[in-house]
Nanobody
């Protein structure tokens, strides 16, 4: 059974940090590129960060560059999103996505709320 399970979200004050994890199972994770997306209330889902299957390349949305870092540990079937200097506008449900050609898998989403 294919699964992507996110964890690590929650409530944090502005300027704080969180680390999201996405643990994969049921497919050959190390061959898949992985992305983090987020969706805020009333807004479309947007791409936040991307990492290649071997971790050799990453990309970020302009809004999170310099604050967020995506990484992966293929031995643990896990991708991370380290989020620093969080802002209220980072509040959203965060999803991980694993993609390879036409195959796409999504996690269930994890709420991140940045508020004082």
């Amino acid at each position: 059974q294919v699964q992507l399970v996110e964890s690590g979200g929650g409530l944090v004050q502005p300027g704080g940090s969180l680390r999201l994890s996405c643990v994969a199972s049921g497919f050959a994770f190390s061959f898949y590129a992985v992305s983090w997306y987020r969706q805020a209330p009333g807004k479309e889902r947007e791409l936040v960060a991307f990492i290649r299957s071997d971790g050799s390349s990453t990309n970020y949305a302009d809004s999170v560059k310099g604050r967020f870092t995506i990484s992966r540990d293929n031995a643990k079937y896990t991708v991370y999103l380290q989020m620093n200097s969080l802002k209220p506008e980072d509040t959203a449900v965060y999803y991980c996505n694993a993609g390879l050609f036409t195959q796409n898998y999504w996690g269930q989403g994890n709420q991140v709320t940045v508020s004082s």
